[in-house]
């Protein structure tokens, strides 16, 4: 049985970014490791769409986030987190790590932060340093206008603190055009690699925050990074080299495909993805669906845990359930990363039999052609 | 975009296999060696179901057909070729290449050799020595009934010599027990491995006519072969090293699976894919359709140049066409080798929307449905 991968994070690894993570190990203190850090940097700025240097962490996307957290925030700093799922609450819980109290604007899971609020919220607390958002939640499937929140958090003196893990380089997005501060991603999504590494674009705004931060900080420090690459073209301590020799190959089929053809693709998916599963006759659970990942309302009368179970053991294709309160009640499909149109037929043919062998009352083959229909340009999806 | 191969060889495979092929070369002259090709020898003898030696040529499977010819021949010998297809006609030239005229038995294409009529041949012309054909007719897409072939053969004491390079380890077959008497194969169908590799298995009543057989050969002669096998756990000229580290895990693969079941799935996805074509309103080509390929008439207004391009070009699908007159008029789907459940969705389901693009009038969904119905065992298929 072929296995499928199809969860927001980690997502497949094209061979040709496989085959060259395999290659011998290079040292990092070499001008051959220089050489990949400098090409790599300049790859990853195409893809933020900013001309901010682009800081690289050996960690996972929490990490980054963490790192945020401690480079722009001190003691006694007013902080405002847009919580709309499990990876805003995240943003709280690091926050309070430090001794901090953010101000939090929580919204219902499925529905995307609203700038009204944000401007309510900032006229209320004035003084903010730092918004905290997502630009596309992972856990509900949801995305923020985060070039909305930036133009508000800006009038207010404040930063806007965009965690794109699970959006980066499928959901339409323009770090300088659009003035957001700064910036965390991840390798394991979009960007079609391992999971290991993790990237941070600040803008000048955001180094001016950066600059009177003092939180304690010292692997995640900011500023050392930038230090080390704009002296030295290196890491300060040992990275992922295998790693970053895939981020070369991967990066440049982004970009030779275009991030505009990319943004396109992966809209195209997710309107493919959003139809069939509307013509299957489920229901979608975002009210303001992001483009990386589709979450869906398991039918009331079905076993949400035993439908991942048979996608699983009986088609191989894996996706994901529901996080914290919303276990078993929705699934969620990614199309980010190494993801195309037949991956997206493979999933929904996958579902109609699962959802046919438990009962429900499904009409074989109606989410595939509602999605094919979507691919020949038919229909523009919803 | 992604590449799927669904071509009748080669066809796709593992990456746990393509890892193993993928280590350093070993030498041949060494006990390392002795021991791969000892295992791969038994592990064949389960694929074949025989209990014979199997001798291993680094050549393609057109190699092992002549290597039978010249085996089992000699200047003067009566040989019978049922040709069914573009392989039976090969079995004929590579005859008439070593000065012999075959008694040839010609079936339009599309049709499966039949026991009558080689019962007939064979008392117009008595002391034929041996019978050639094929177990499934790659061009075609049709099965011919060996084991009644063989029967007839040993009443009129010739021998059968069966190609099953694209039926091997994909149609229902077992050598002894249907008692065929020599059978050639290559490495990359249903094997799952790149080409470079034969088999023969030769049974005694083989291996008697081998002895008298008198048509030059060096590098393709049996008992050469044998005797380094028995003797030295050697081939007796360099053997594709790398392959044969391959064909170990390949092998492995499909004796943990077990043969049986090998058969069962591979006829489960033709039954699919046959039942996918029909519901899409499309024909069959075979009137007796083997398990491994199934070929398809191209409806008469369209072009099956252009269909077989816009598959690849555009859905990166990789099916095949017709050969020698038969090109442009039919197409082929494999499903031998490393080709599953989702494989068949994704080449039906490219196929409808190609059809679309050419103004076909096709049902989306419609043959994927069908075949999802078969997966689900509510469709016996056709």
């Known amino acids: 049985m072929k296995s499928f991968l199809l969860t927001p994070g980690p997502t497949p690894v094209p061979e040709e970014v496989l085959l060259a993570i395999a290659k011998p190990v290079i040292h990092h203190r070499t001008k051959e490791f220089g050489q990949l850090l400098e090409h790599v940097t300049e790859q990853l700025k195409n893809v933020f769409q900013t001309k901010n240097d682009i800081l690289t962490f050996t960690s996972s996307g929490t990490g980054s986030m963490e790192a945020c957290v401690v480079n722009t925030l001190s003691p006694g700093d007013k902080a405002v987190v847009l919580d709309t799922g499990n990876f805003g609450t995240r943003w709280t819980k690091l926050i309070k790590t430090y001794g901090l109290e953010p101000v939090?604007?929580?919204?219902?899971?499925?529905?995307?932060?609203?700038?009204?609020?944000?401007?309510?919220?900032?006229?209320?607390?004035?003084?903010?340093?730092?918004?905290?958002?997502?630009?596309?939640?992972?856990?509900?499937?949801?995305?923020?206008?985060?070039?909305?929140?930036?133009?508000?958090?800006?009038?207010?003196?404040?930063?806007?603190?965009?965690?794109?893990?699970?959006?980066?380089?499928?959901?339409?997005?323009?770090?300088?055009e659009w003035d957001i501060d700064i910036v965390c991603a991840s390798s394991q999504k979009g960007l079609m690699l391992p999971p290991g590494l993790a990237f941070v674009s600040v803008n000048e705004r955001g180094w001016q925050c950066v600059e009177q931060s003092t939180l304690p900080k010292f692997y995640w420090d900011f500023k050392t990074y930038r230090k080390s690459l704009r002296e030295k073209k290196e890491t300060p301590y040992t990275p992922a080299v295998t790693l970053l020799a895939g981020a070369q190959v991967a990066l440049n089929?982004?970009?030779?495909?275009?991030?505009?053809?990319?943004?396109?693709?992966?809209?195209?998916?997710?309107?493919?993805?959003?139809?069939?599963?509307?013509?299957?006759?489920?229901?979608?659970?975002?009210?303001?669906?992001?483009?990386?990942?589709?979450?869906?309302?398991?039918?009331?009368?079905?076993?949400?845990?035993?439908?991942?179970?048979?996608m699983q053991d009986k088609y191989g294709v894996k996706i994901a359930g529901g996080q914290a309160e919303y276990k078993g009640k929705i699934f969620r499909i990614a199309h980010m990363g190494y993801i195309d149109r037949f991956d997206i037929i493979v999933a929904l043919s996958g579902l109609e039999m699962v959802l046919f062998e438990m009962g429900y009352n499904i009409k074989l083959g109606s989410g595939v052609a509602a999605a094919q229909e979507v691919f020949l340009g038919k229909n523009t999806g919803v």
Chains 1, 2 share one sequence.
């Open 104 to 176: 939090i604007v929580k919204y219902p899971w499925g529905q995307a932060a609203r700038p009204e609020d944000l401007k309510r919220t900032l006229e209320a607390e004035p003084n903010t340093k730092a918004v905290f958002c997502q630009l596309t939640e992972t856990s509900t499937g949801v995305v923020n206008d985060v070039r909305a929140l930036a133009k508000i958090a800006h009038e207010a003196n404040a930063i806007l603190v965009v965690d794109a893990i699970s959006g980066l380089a499928g959901q339409r997005f323009y770090q300088d």
């Open 253 to 310: 089929m982004l970009i030779t495909e275009g991030m505009e053809h990319v943004f396109s693709r992966v809209e195209l998916l997710a309107r493919a993805t959003r139809a069939g599963i509307e013509a299957a006759g489920l229901e979608l659970f975002a009210e303001c669906p992001c483009d990386v990942v589709t979450a869906v309302k398991v039918p009331s009368n079905l076993d949400g845990a035993d439908l991942l179970k048979r």
